[in-house]
């Protein structure tokens, strides 16, 4: 394996379980339902296609548990979650 000592090697991230994927889903969407109640907002860095689809679903459940329609945005960085327009 060959290295550029000016360029460190990207990180290697490890795919979640299916256990560690519903245990993150469970946590978040308490955290995205506070702060959607606390603020109408939720951002945070969602890098990865797999984190997005994590903070999607627990957008879906925030919703659902709010008793009010959300959308999510996400741009490849970062994700957005908040109330729909109604």
């Given at each position: ?16 379980t299916?256990e ?60 957005v ?6």
């Amino acid at each position: 394996m060959s290295y550029d000592f000016g360029i460190p090697p990207a990180p290697r991230r490890t795919p979640l379980t299916a256990e560690e994927k519903i245990r993150a889903e469970a946590a978040f969407s308490d955290l995205v339902t506070e702060h959607l109640a606390t603020s109408g907002r939720f951002r945070i860095t969602a890098d990865t296609p797999e984190m997005i689809e994590v903070f999607q679903s627990a957008a879906r459940t925030a919703g659902d548990k709010l008793h009010r329609p959300v959308v999510s945005y996400a741009n490849g960085r970062d994700i957005v979650i908040t109330f729909a327009e109604e």
